[in-house]
């Protein structure tokens, strides 16, 4: 990526990242309860499938891909950055959408998103390093996992505690809000992004041919990793698609608050990111309506 093309973005816009983020995690687990920890304790099959093919299969084969296609450092650094990243909290909505099962995303969002806070630096920093060709600039960028492990705590791990206890302690404050808070949320996040790419087009654009065909396709793979994930397991389909979504719906946003808090000049990293936060939505709004023709309820449904 060329130095003479840098992103143009602000701190204050950092800042107005990551209070989006912290709210959209607020927002989710205000109707989490202990229970849907539990659950995962009881019923492991899904979220462990999910949690293999998001933490795994999708950084490592990211990895291995980008050094067998010699994929320029800078781009194949971003796609394994995202790929370190747990899933979206757009993933429930898609997984509602899509007549799966929504419990199995919760669940999943909220045990990956505190998984995250580990394995989100280890999994950029292993990766990152394991590439020969991303080798060198990780040891230049001299990436601290602790400050990276701190910000995710921030964004995603407090927040998730903090709405916990506030509908633990405020029931109807709770049932009232969440759904207002996950539509405000999405919008500003839409508005935000949108922005974001309008001031920096001529970068995206001058760019486009090198990064489009690699968010597309890693998206594919996420999405193809996770189906395949919950095949190996025996999931019922219900229990799939909610695993799907949940890989190939990533925390893009995520990856984005890291990028410009740690290595704004990274052009290349964020336009991979960036773009991802826009098409994996395509992408997964498109299955989510395909899978939702179905006939039943296939929350309802075997395999």
């Known amino acids: 990526m060329s130095p003479d093309n840098p992103i143009d973005f602000s701190t204050g816009s950092l800042v107005v990242l990551n209070v989006i983020l912290a709210l959209m995690m607020f927002g989710v687990s205000l109707t989490l309860r202990g229970e849907d920890f539990r659950r995962v304790l009881r019923m492991p099959e899904a979220p462990a499938a999910g949690l293999l093919a998001q933490f795994v299969l999708l950084p490592a084969l990211t990895c ?66 394991l590439n020969p060709n991303t080798r060198a600039m990780v040891t230049e960028i001299a990436l601290d996992p602790w400050n990276i492990l701190l910000l995710v705590a921030l964004v995603l791990a407090l927040p998730l505690v903090l709405g916990m206890l506030a509908g633990r302690h405020f029931p109807r404050f709770a049932e009232r809000a969440q759904k207002p808070m996950r539509v405000i949320t999405l919008l500003v996040l839409f508005a935000f992004v949108g922005l974001a790419f309008g001031k920096n087009m001529d970068v995206f654009l001058e760019n486009a041919d090198r990064i489009v065909a ?9 999405l193809g990793v996770g189906a395949l994930a919950g095949l190996l397991v025996g999931l019922n389909r219900a229990d799939r698609r909610a695993v799907t979504m949940e890989v190939g719906i990533q ?51 075997g395999v």
């Open 214 to 222: 690699l968010v597309i396709g890693q998206n594919a793979l996420a």
């Open 64 to 129: 291995v891909i980008t050094w067998f296609l010699d994929v320029e450092p800078e781009l194949a650094l971003g796609m394994i950055l995202v790929a370190s990243c747990p899933g979206g909290t757009f993933s429930n909505i898609m997984t509602w959408l899509a007549r799966a099962n929504v419990a199995v995303s919760v669940s999943m969002t909220a045990v990956s998103s505190l998984a995250a806070t580990v394995l989100t630096p280890l999994n950029f920093a292993l990766y990152g390093w």
């Open 251 to 301: 925390n893009s946003g995520l990856g984005l608050a890291i990028l410009f808090t740690f290595f704004p000049q990274a052009a290349g990293m964020i336009l991979i990111a960036g773009f991802w936060g826009v098409w994996h939505l395509v992408s997964g709004l498109a299955l989510a309506l395909i899978w939702s023709r179905s006939a039943e309820p296939v929350a309802k449904e």
